[in-house]
C-alpha cells in the first residue's frame, strides 16, 4: 500500500510577507519520487480560511483555515506583520497551534521564529532567526540560546532559519533530510539555487563587486569538483585560479563564506553521502572516490557533518542494500 506524502501546512497570518510564504510549495511541492510521485502535500491555510493582508501591497486568499493543522506533519510559520510583531502570542496563532498532533515538525522562516518564540516551543533551544532581529530575539526571550550568525538551525523537531533565502535552505535541508542528496540535488536544480550552504554557515558575507571578466574562484571551485578523488593542496586551487594562496584564501571567504579546505571538505562528503545513497560500493571504495583515502577517515568525517557513520547513513536510504 502506497504511502501518503507527508503533508506540510504552511500558516499564513496577517501582514504575511509573500515571498517567504511561497518557498515551502516551492521546494516541498518540487520533490518527487523515483516513479515521480510526489513526496510532500503542500497546503497553505489561514487561521479563519478567509483572506489575509501581505506585507505588500496585495491580499491572498487560500482554500483552507486551520482545522488541516490537525494533520500536519510539518508546520511552517512565515514572517509577518511588521516582521518583529509580538511580544505575546496572538489569540488565533494560540488556538492554530493547539490543533497540532504531537511529534508535528515545526519551523519558521526568518522571523517567524518570534511566533514560535511567543509560544514558548524555543525556550531552552538553540535557534535562529535575520540577522537584524537577532538581538531582539535573545532580549525578549533570554530562554533561547540565539546564534544570530548561522543560517538555520536544525533542533530535530523544531527548526529555525534566517532571513529569506535562508528559508530555502532550511527546506532544502529537510527534503535531504527526509530523502537524501539526490532527490534535494533535483529539486535545487528545478529552481536554479545552490544545492546544499550549510547551516552553519554566515548569515551575512560581504561579496564585492567583482572586477569586469573576473571569474574569481569559480573556475577553480569547478575543477576541484571533477578532480575530488586526488589530493588538492592550495597551491593547485591557486594555480588554477591564477592567484597567490593568500588571495586565494581571501577571494573563498569572499565568494562562498569559508576557507578552501573547509569547502573541499563538505564537498567531499556531500559527494559521498550520493555514493552511499545511490550506489552499492563497499566504503572504502567510496571513501577513495570521494577523496578521504580511507574508510576510517570517511566515517570520522561524516560523522562529525551529519552524526551518523556511513553504514548507518546507507541503511537510511538504502535498506534492502543491507538487509
Known amino acids: 500500500m502506497a504511502r501518503s506524502p507527508h503533508r506540510v501546512v504552511v500558516l499564513a497570518l496577517d501582514g504575511v510577507i509573500p515571498f517567504e510564504l511561497g518557498i515551502p510549495g516551492r521546494i516541498f511541492g518540487g520533490a518527487r519520487g523515483p516513479e515521480g510521485e510526489p513526496l510532500y502535500d503542500v497546503v497553505t491555510c489561514t487561521p479563519d480560511g478567509g483572506p489575509v493582508r501581505t506585507h505588500a501591497d496585495f491580499s491572498i ?25 509580538i511580544d505575546r502570542l496572538p489569540e488565533e496563532l494560540a488556538a492554530a497551534l493547539a490543533l497540532i498532533r504531537p511529534g508535528t515538525r515545526i519551523m519558521s522562516i526568518c522571523t517567524g521564529s518570534f511566533a514560535l518564540a511567543a509560544a514558548g516551543l524555543l525556550d531552552g533551544r538553540p535557534a535562529t532567526t535575520h540577522w537584524y532581529e537577532a538581538a531582539e530575539l535573545q532580549r525578549r526571550y533570554p530562554r533561547i540560546r540565539v546564534d544570530p550568525d ?60 567583482p572586477e569586469p571578466h573576473d571569474a574569481g574562484t569559480a573556475p577553480a571551485r569547478s575543477w576541484a569538483l571533477e578532480h575530488l578523488d586526488r589530493p588538492i593542496s592550495l597551491s593547485k586551487l591557486a594555480a588554477r585560479a591564477g592567484m597567490s594562496i593568500r588571495t586565494l584564501t581571501r577571494r573563498f571567504h569572499e565568494e562562498v563564506g569559508m576557507s578552501p579546505g573547509r569547502w573541499l571538505a563538505r564537498q567531499r562528503v556531500e559527494l559521498a553521502r550520493h555514493l552511499l545513497e545511490t550506489t552499492d560500493l563497499p566504503v572504502d571504495q567510496i571513501a577513495r572516490r570521494a577523496g578521504f583515502g580511507t574508510a576510517v577517515s570517511l566515517r570520522q568525517h561524516l560523522h562529525a557533518a551529519i552524526g551518523v557513520s556511513p553504514l548507518a547513513y546507507r541503511r537510511t536510504f538504502q535498506p534492502e542494500a543491507l538487509a
Open 61 to 85: 486568499a487560500v482554500d483552507h483555515d486551520a482545522s488541516v493543522l490537525a494533520d500536519a506533519d510539518t508546520l511552517v510559520v512565515p514572517p509577518f506583520g511588521e516582521c518583529r510583531p
Open 150 to 209: 548561522v543560517l538555520f538551525v536544525d533542533d530535530g523537531d523544531v527548526l529555525t532559519s534566517a532571513g529569506a533565502a535562508s528559508g530555502i535552505d532550511l527546506c532544502l535541508h529537510l527534503v535531504r533530510r527526509d530523502h537524501g542528496s539526490e532527490v534535494a540535488n533535483r529539486v535545487a536544480r528545478q529552481v536554479v539555487v545552490p544545492p546544499w550552504r550549510d547551516g552553519g554557515q554566515a548569515q551575512y558575507i560581504e561579496r564585492p563587486v
